[in-house]
């Protein structure tokens, strides 16, 4: 399916949130995800199932002030 | 001792952790500022993780109590969902509240401040709004649950310093049960020193760290000036003045004429 993370348009063969940052090789406590705005638990990952065209942002922490 | 929400603290620097010219560095000005508290932010990941795991590491290490931020966030609903992804992320209530209102002088838009907090505060966030020194939103963020503010003292980055230390010292007049920090601006230590004069409760800075030549000694510097502000606020230091009046006494003084 084609989704766009983190603004990019992907083709990815993923049928939950779990099975997409498997997919691209996403690991770690550290992340956290969205899909179309809305934030989806760490817990969540594996049963939030996911439909073309959603929009994912995957953020882990960086600097800031 | 510094009361912030339910947690209790010695140092009066919160450090911003961004900009320092290796993670090396980063970690030298933390220890020498003695701060408690730092700053940090959430971005894309690209690096599959990586990237965020090394920074991760590094603040877990420095053993620092982390706030995170909504920095670059110009909507309420941006920062709303950075905050909560925030605090998948860190796991910690406390957001540092940031609504961006202009692109020049990254001035707060206080209106979608104020909502943004209010939404944060029923959802169980803890928020430490950046504001400006205008009572009016300082009034209403704390209607919407705020129990720190933490009003500029010029724009981000600027290091310009106290423009409008009459504003600050009104804030301060205004709202004296309520712990504030001053949050951006700030360029030098005796900037630092001069807010915490007036009653200041703490100071949060990045750039004038972080962009200074030896970050390291700065953040002590700065750790210095926050302390010898705060004594002399202690201390009652003197009104200013119009006229002079001499400090040593005239009486029984020689007449030679």
């Known amino acids: 399916m084609t989704f766009t993370i983190n603004g990019e348009e992907q083709d990815v063969a993923a049928a939950t949130l779990a099975d997409l940052l498997s997919a691209l090789d996403y690991e770690g406590d550290w992340l956290a995800t969205a899909v179309n705005g809305e934030l989806v638990h760490r817990e969540d990952r594996g049963t939030f199932t996911l439909g073309a065209r959603d929009r994912i942002e995957i953020l882990s922490p960086m600097q800031g002030g | ?257």
Request: hydrophobic share 50%; glycine share 8%; net charge negative.
């Open chain 2, 1 to 257: 001792m510094l009361k912030l929400y339910d947690v209790e603290v010695q140092s009066r620097l919160l450090l911003g952790t961004a900009r320092y010219p290796s993670p090396a560095v980063l970690a030298e000005a933390v220890r020498r500022s003695k701060a408690e508290i730092v700053t940090v932010s959430l971005r894309r990941e690209t690096a599959g993780g990586k990237g965020g795991g090394a920074f991760f590491e590094l603040i877990r290490e420095l053993g620092v109590r982390v706030l995170p931020n909504t920095a670059g966030c110009h909507s309420v609903q941006e920062a709303v969902l950075t905050a909560k992804m925030a605090r998948e992320v860190f796991r910690t209530d406390w957001i540092k509240l940031e609504v961006i209102g202009h692109h020049d002088t990254l001035q707060p838009d206080v209106f979608g401040l104020v909502e943004a907090a209010r939404i944060l505060t029923d959802e169980g966030f803890q928020v430490f709004p950046y504001t400006t020194d205008d009572l009016v939103v300082a009034e209403k963020l704390l209607e919407a649950g705020c129990r720190v503010l933490m009003p500029w003292c010029a724009p981000i980055g600027s290091a310009m310093g106290p423009v409008n230390p009459m504003a600050l010292r009104t804030f301060r007049a205004h709202f004296p049960d309520i712990p504030l920090i001053v949050d951006a601006g700030i360029g030098r230590p005796s900037h630092a020193a001069s807010v915490m004069e007036i009653g200041y409760d703490a100071v949060l800075l990045n750039t004038a760290v972080a962009g200074a030549g030896d970050p390291a000694a700065m953040a002590e510097a700065f750790a210095l000036a926050i302390d010898a502000g705060r004594l002399a606020h202690a201390a009652i230091p003197l009104e200013p003045r119009d006229m002079a009046v001499p400090s040593t006494p005239v009486i029984g003084k020689a007449v030679f004429s």
